[in-house]
């Protein structure tokens, strides 16, 4: 296509608007492609970016853009994401990678023969970047992740089968911190049970799980979609000497000279992420910090305590 990085869209929700405009922001890159289930949703985006809008996947890929992204519900990861690679054209993915497992597996070997990210930009905080400075070479002893919030309000978030659940569709950031923080995780033993007060509803309205770190490190995990609010969402880590407790918005630090607290920015942590995944496309940087691998390994912790909620039983990683 020429010229300044051309981007494509599949998807054309809030998340995609959200990159779009973010995209649109920088001088050597433009909006070239969208596309959605909803016609009119990808016409409206194009239009307001001055993109054209492609009546589907194939005909996206069939303009090779310099790169695609892929912001789709849960559900429909999948397809897009295979047609994508298989024209070879580098790919950006909006978290989760699936519903399910097995669709992220089946990916991941196809992702690895070109430039891949995944939207958890919470490893681009500046405030995550201190967290781990301050506890690198102390010894970490627990570990404890929370998400509790409300039900975003579209239709197919309240069905299992669509969104995997809270634990699934809103945990990641959460779970990707206490992996980059912790250490992998070796096994998780989880309860889920209730409903959100939401009609139709089949998702867990609160999940608790018990995680082992592959170190021996013990933690936690709990989250809730039944509140009305998104109440918090943070990591707290307890090493040697010192607590640490860092979300998007803040990181609070408690030692033996007592507390210091540091503001977070998510708003530019939203940016880096895209900038990182165009400046790999150009070849003039290399600041993709999770990479589709990457993002796997924190579905997989996803999955694991998804199925040990509904198993009742310990799960491996």
């Given at each position: ?8 869209i ?50 996206v890929?069939a ?45 991941a070997?196809?992702?690895e ?53 809270p ?151």
């Amino acid at each position: 296509m020429g010229g300044r990085c051309a981007i494509a869209i599949i998807g054309a929700g809030n998340v995609a608007r959200r990159h779009a405009s973010v995209l649109a922001g920088f001088p050597d890159v433009r909006l070239a492609g969208v596309t959605d289930v909803v016609p009119e949703a990808a016409g409206a985006l194009a239009a307001e970016h001055g993109a054209l809008a492609y009546p589907d996947v194939a005909a996206v890929v069939a303009a090779q853009p310099d790169a695609v992204y892929v912001c789709v519900p849960p559900f429909a990861h999948g397809p897009a994401e295979e047609a994508v690679l298989a024209a070879g054209l580098p790919m950006f993915v909006e978290k989760p990678l699936a519903v399910d497992l097995a669709t992220a597996e089946r990916i991941a070997p196809l992702a690895e023969r070109v430039v891949t990210a995944v939207g958890l930009h919470w490893r681009y905080l500046a405030v995550v970047e201190r967290a781990r400075d301050l506890l690198a070479g102390r010894q970490v002893r627990l570990v404890s992740g929370t998400w509790l919030d409300k039900v975003p309000p579209v239709d197919w978030w309240v069905r299992r089968e669509s969104s995997g659940g809270p634990v699934i569709e809103q945990a990641p950031h959460v779970l990707d911190v206490m992996r980059l923080l912790g250490g992998e995780v070796a096994q998780v033993h989880a309860a889920g049970g209730g409903r959100p007060p939401v009609a139709g509803a089949d998702v867990d309205a609160a999940t608790a799980a018990l995680v082992r770190f592959a170190s021996g490190v013990p933690g936690t995990l709990t989250t809730t979609c039944a509140l009305g609010w998104k109440h918090r969402a943070r990591v707290d880590v307890i090493a040697d000497g010192l607590a640490v407790s860092v979300g998007e918005d803040e990181l609070v630090v408690r030692d033996g000279a007592g507390e210091h607290r540091y503001p977070g920015d998510p708003v530019a942590a939203r940016m880096a992420v895209d900038r990182a995944f165009v400046d790999a496309v150009q070849g003039v940087a290399d600041d993709v910090r999770v990479p589709y691998g990457e993002a796997l390994r924190t579905h997989r912790l996803a999955a694991a305590v998804a199925r040990s909620a509904a198993t009742e039983e310990a799960v491996g990683v």
